[in-house]
Structures are given as C-alpha cells and as structure tokens.
C-alpha cells in the first residue's frame, strides 16, 4: 500500500517505520532536522523488542506525494487545523484518510476542513512512542493498538485492507463495526486520567492513594459514559467497570500524555479531552463537573 504519514512525531513516526518495514511505501511528511535526518539517514526505531533502521521517503510538503492510498493524520489534536489542507488534497486525489487522534471529533474536524466525507475513515491507537532526536524514534509501551471503521457502522473491505496493514507491521489491530463506541471507550480512559492526574499534577499512583482519589476517577469516568451514551453512543454495560479496574492495575508512576505535555509548558489536548467532555455535556443536558473544573482550571493554567 502506498501511504503518506501526516505529523511525524512519536506516533506518526513509529507507525511511518513500522509499516515500511513490512512492505509498504511510506513518506513521512515532516519538517526541520527530523526532514533532514530522515533523508540522509533512515529513520531509526527503537521497541522493547529491539531496534531497526528502515529507509523512509521524507517530504517538506504533501503535495510532492503522488498515488497515496492512505493517509494517517497522527498529529496532536490542538495541531488538526493545521495539517487539514494536507489530508483534503490527498483525499481528493484518491487517498483514504484516517486519524489517529486522541478524542471522539478529528474525523468531523477534517471533513468540516473540506475533506470529503466519503474518503474518511474514523481511527484510533493505543500506543506510547516518542521522537527521542532527529531520526530517532522509540516505542515505550509493551501495546501497540490500532482501530478503524467506517463512521457510519458495519465492517468495509477498506478498513479490513487497513488493518491488515497495521497487523503486517506488528499493531494489535482490527476494524471495527462501531468506531464511534471505541472512540468513546478510548476518551472515556485518557479523559479521566487527563483530569485526575492534571489537575493533582502527578502521576497515578498519588491520586489513588488520596482521600477523594479514587471517587475523583470514578466520577470523571461516569461523566464521560453518561455523556456518550445520551448521545446515543452503545457504550457496553460494563464499560465503567473494565476501565476502572484497568486503571487500579496501571503502575504507580503512570503518567498520562496529557500531564507530560501540561507539565512542558506547551500546548495540551484539553479542549478535546476535558474540554469535549464539557460542552458535549452542555449540549446533551448532562452534568460534567469534574471535566468542567479540568477543562477552567487547565485551561487557565496555560496563561499563567
């Protein structure tokens, strides 16, 4: 398959080597020094397995891309806006476009930007991998998860070829015939880990021990579910329950992305973790006050 990767950070960078590895062909759309080292050098990629170098076609600009089948959008949600352009050429010149966003709106994002409807697909990872230098790219979960689905339900052979692709170049990853519902599985997660662990500013293990802390994960949870399920999204039953003894189970020292980015002093996802979770509970009639308190208290934090 011929696929384009848009943002070649920690995820997109990853996925980008992976799937050239197993056969495919890929360019990496990026920029400055990771551009130039993907050029001269290849693109190093370092598992808990091992380590490789997979040679990688590397362009300033996606318009230089010809016969793209896929594209992947594996940017940070605040970044979507940006790269857009990009995936509306590619689409219609024939690409199929997924993206591997955190929250539940970047496929409506993009087709609001002018990509059409029809060629997007919704998507979703699981993964914890980071551009450590330019050129350098390393997975540091044991998981590597990929979903897609057509967004209107059931299964198409398109999202079946892709992720076959994803499982070529060793992703746990499957299509689905309810994307929305994972997407919403998935914001359920990082949503409250987001809130919890951002507004203590430390890691897991601190906000379990508190007095409030597990009462504190456990309603941020339930906003999240009961805001998707008014939205008519079939959440299973047992959602709640599956996440939070995940949760009880994840290392003391677990911090979410989220919280890495909020302690950086750069952008952060809030507006479409937190956030998301907020106004879409205004617009369903559903009381979100963990998430409103995060979404106001983080929000704020990124002025100071």
């Not at 050129?135 to 079946?160: L, Y």
């Not at 987001?194 to 597990?214: D, E, F, K, Y």
């Not at 409103?292 to 100071?304: H, K, N, P, Q």
Request: charge should be negative.
């Amino acid at each position: 398959m011929n696929i384009a990767i848009l943002g070649a950070g920690g995820v997109g960078s990853y996925y980008g080597g992976t799937l050239a590895r197993a056969g495919h062909r890929v360019a990496l759309v990026a920029r400055g020094a990771h551009l130039e080292a993907l050029r001269e050098r290849g693109l190093e990629v370092r598992t808990p397995e091992g380590a490789f170098t997979v040679a990688v076609e590397a362009v300033g600009d996606a318009d230089e891309l010809r016969d793209v089948e896929l594209a992947v959008v594996a940017v940070k949600s605040y970044s979507l806006a940006e790269i857009a352009p990009a995936a509306r050429r590619l689409a219609e010149r024939g690409a199929v476009v997924v993206p591997l966003l955190n929250g539940v709106e970047a496929a409506d994002r993009l087709i609001e930007a002018g990509v059409p409807d029809e060629r997007v697909l919704g998507g979703l990872t699981e993964i914890s991998a980071v551009r450590i230098g330019p050129g350098i790219v390393e997975r540091r979960s044991p998981f590597q998860r990929v979903v897609v689905g057509e967004r209107k339900g059931g299964i198409s052979e398109r999202a079946e070829r892709i992720a076959a692709a994803f499982r070529e170049a060793g992703a746990e990853a499957r299509a689905s015939d309810d994307i929305t519902a994972d997407l919403w599985r998935k914001l359920a997660f990082i949503a409250t880990m987001s809130a919890a662990c951002g507004l203590a500013r430390t890691s897991i293990g601190p906000v379990r021990r508190a007095p409030l802390g597990n009462l504190l994960i456990e309603r941020a949870l339930r906003e999240v579910t009961a805001v998707g399920r008014a939205r008519g999204v079939a959440l299973p039953e047992d959602v709640e329950a599956k996440i939070l003894g995940f949760v009880s189970g994840l290392s003391d020292g677990m911090r979410p992305s989220f919280l890495l980015d909020l302690e950086s002093g750069g952008p952060t996802e809030i507006d479409d973790l937190c956030g998301a979770v907020s106004r879409l509970g205004r617009q369903a009639g559903i009381e979100t006050t963990v998430h409103d308190v995060a979404t106001a208290a983080l929000s704020a934090g990124r002025e100071i």
